[in-house]
């Protein structure tokens, strides 16, 4: 796949710090990528590497295939970005803010502003002053502030940071609406919004890459088994018996509803072993209502990734 962005091997130091070390990852052309990090792991720091508003002590990034130290100018004009604490002028009005931001981008792009309040919900408030509006138009405006020039690389530090479940809810959809349109890297502690819309991710720590790819590699990177929930009407110590002597190798958990029974199984990794289950139960006339894989996740994945190199 083609990468819209590359960082290769960067490290940035500040006096008495180590802010950045040694990272490398890449995110593909169209992917929207969560980049995942505890407090102080340096999301922030990379973000602003990438955007070229900070240098790199070491190493290289790339957009488009091309080195951010040699064609800063240009490729900032493919980049769109919304810091953690967007820069917004509270005292102007939304539509005047937009074409303010176009206008120091290019007089052209001024006519992209009407496009950008639509797709950013901002239409109805597009005449109020910025400094009046509640905390998730504000992020609105940053988004907007951030697509006004048309970038084909959007980056956003933590886009749903204090905002109430239905601005989240809000932000969600206009991520899902620029999915199509751009590469997109995004920071978020909402670590099930990152599973809603992400295909890949980047976990760091203490400025260190601990895993990075898609959602799904790194997912089995953790899981070493599988776990099946299974609910049944009928699953008496005969049938266990039975179940035991078949599947040597699973091992089983149980729970007892009031008319009903939830099984867990827990089996190897390796091998799909679903259909030989489910005709298990069926041909002993168990009773089965339902079947499903539980597989790990992000926050699960999240907390396994950075407590592991402590319990090394």
């Not at 820069?87 to 001024?110: C, H, Q, S």
Request: aromatic residues 6%; charged residues 30%; hydrophobic residues 35%.
């Amino acid at each position: 796949m083609e990468k819209s962005i590359e960082v290769k091997s960067v490290t940035k130091e500040y006096p008495g710090i180590i802010a950045v070390k040694n990272m490398t990852f890449s995110v593909e052309k169209g992917a929207v990528h969560g980049f995942l990090g505890p407090n102080g792991a340096g999301k922030s720091t990379t973000m602003k590497m990438i955007c070229g508003l900070i240098v790199p002590t070491d190493g290289s990034i790339y957009i488009d295939g091309m080195d951010m130290r040699e064609k800063s100018g240009l490729l900032k004009r493919k980049l769109g970005f919304l810091p953690e604490n967007p820069p917004l002028y509270k005292g102007m009005k939304v539509e005047e803010y937009l074409r303010f931001v176009g206008g120091i981008r290019g007089e052209k792009l001024k006519r992209n502003v009407g496009l950008i309040l639509e797709k950013c919900g901002l239409e109805s408030v597009k005449g109020r002053r910025i400094g009046n509006l509640s905390l998730g138009y504000k992020q609105r405006v940053g988004v907007a502030q951030a697509l006004v020039h048309d970038p084909e690389v959007v980056i956003l530090d933590e886009p749903t940071k204090g905002l109430d479940p239905k601005a989240v809810d809000e932000m969600r959809k206009l991520i899902l609406n620029l999915k199509d349109e751009r590469t997109i890297l995004f920071s978020s502690h909402l670590l099930h919004e990152v599973e809603n819309l992400c295909s890949h991710i980047t976990i760091i720590k203490e400025g260190e890459v601990l895993e990075h790819g898609p959602i799904e590699s790194v997912r089995k990177t953790f899981q070493g088994h599988k776990t099946f929930k299974v609910q049944l009407k009928r699953f008496d110590s005969e049938l266990r018996a039975s179940f035991q002597k078949k599947f040597r190798n699973l091992e089983l958990d149980f729970d007892k509803w009031e008319r009903e029974l939830l099984l867990k199984i827990h089996a190897p990794s390796d091998g799909d072993r679903r259909e030989e289950l489910t005709s298990f139960f069926v041909q002993n006339n168990c009773g089965l209502l339902s079947f499903r894989e539980e597989s790990l996740g992000i926050e699960e994945i999240f907390r396994m990734a950075t407590t592991k190199e402590a319990n090394l």
